[in-house]
């Protein structure tokens, strides 16, 4: 008579359990550092992405104020010419 525990056909079942249980739990192991991984690197794009967007808008508002300047100063130059020519004329 056969016990259970002896059988070759349930120690081989047995074994395959245990071997699934533990390709289960690395699996799962897998899917939680995937998912963690993911989720640092979204934060981790998100922080740079607002870097880059403010190192951005500053550089175009000093471009602007520079912009701004230079169109001023060419306006008055332009005035002063006009100006001397009506005299003249």
């Known amino acids: 008579m056969w016990h259970a525990g002896c059988s070759p056909a349930i120690q081989e079942t047995a074994g395959?359990?245990?071997?699934?249980?533990?390709?289960?739990?690395a699996m799962e192991a897998f899917a939680v550092g995937l998912?963690?991984?993911?989720?640092?690197?979204?934060?981790?794009?998100?922080?740079?992405?607002?870097?880059?967007?403010?190192?951005?808008?500053?550089e175009?508002?000093?471009?602007?104020?520079?912009?701004?300047?230079?169109?001023?100063?060419?306006q008055a130059a332009a005035h002063q010419v006009i100006t001397a020519m009506r005299k003249a004329g």
Do not use: C, P, T
């Open 16 to 25: 395959q359990v245990a071997e699934s249980k533990q390709e289960e739990e």
């Open 60 to 74: 175009a508002l000093h471009r602007r104020k520079a912009w701004r300047a230079e169109l001023v100063a060419r």
């Open 35 to 58: 998912v963690i991984g993911v989720a640092f690197g979204v934060i981790v794009v998100g922080f740079l992405a607002v870097g880059a967007y403010d190192r951005g808008f500053n």
